[in-house]
């Protein structure tokens, strides 16, 4: 029987506290660098970082997908280095303007983003690949991005259609919901309603 969605999504998170456990380390070691030195530092290290637990949310979001579906999974490999060290690049520029604490919340909250994304992308893989369709469901506080893309129910069936790069950001716990999972809680229609009343 698959993991409840509550145990996927607190694994999921704990996966990412390792990752910002281990940047928060390094981070303490190059306290005494210059920015540009700290940055090239990091150019070694993140990309690492990213892989690394990129690859466990990925495997965990494998078993999820088989254990619901009884399919076989389409895995997804983690962020590459280049986008990886491109989006640490823009983090690390509050640095240089002389707010490394910035810089640190920043690539946090890029780590949230990036270690997730495996995860996420082998859900959404997996179900295209088997021609499911699947829906991004919100969970806790979330943005009204987020909610809005949650409103419109298990209508994605394509990386392109869920807007895949696009639709997740840093410290977002929305999850993927296979067609035909239970989504206890989960009302598209009352989603789309409380979007319909902001407009107004």
């Not at 690049?89 to 640190?104: D, I, T, V, Y």
Request: net charge neutral; aromatic share 8%; hydrophobic share 40%.
């Amino acid at each position: 029987m698959a993991p409840s969605a509550e145990r996927y999504v607190s694994a999921q998170n704990g996966v990412v506290r390792l990752a910002v456990r281990d940047l928060r380390v390094l981070w303490s070691r190059l306290s005494r660098l210059d920015p540009l030195s700290k940055r090239q530092a990091l150019e070694q290290f993140w990309p690492v970082l990213i892989g690394r637990y990129g690859e466990i949310t990925a495997s965990l979001a494998a078993d999820r997908f088989e254990e619901l579906t009884g399919l076989s999974p389409v895995m997804v490999r983690p962020v590459d280095d280049e986008r990886a060290n491109a989006r640490m690049r823009w983090a690390m520029g509050a640095a240089f303007e002389g707010a490394p604490e910035k810089s640190l919340a920043l690539l946090e909250g890029l780590a949230d983003e990036l270690v997730k994304q495996p995860g996420r992308s082998t859900l959404i893989a997996s179900a295209a690949g088997h021609g499911l369709r699947f829906a991004r469901v919100p969970v806790g506080v979330t943005c009204p991005w987020c909610r809005l893309l949650g409103s419109r129910g298990f209508v994605y069936e394509s990386r392109a259609s869920a807007g895949e790069r696009r639709a997740f950001h840093g410290d977002c716990d929305c999850r993927i919901a296979i067609e035909g999972e239970p989504t206890p809680g989960y009302d598209p229609d009352a989603l789309y309603a409380e979007y319909q009343a902001t407009r107004t």
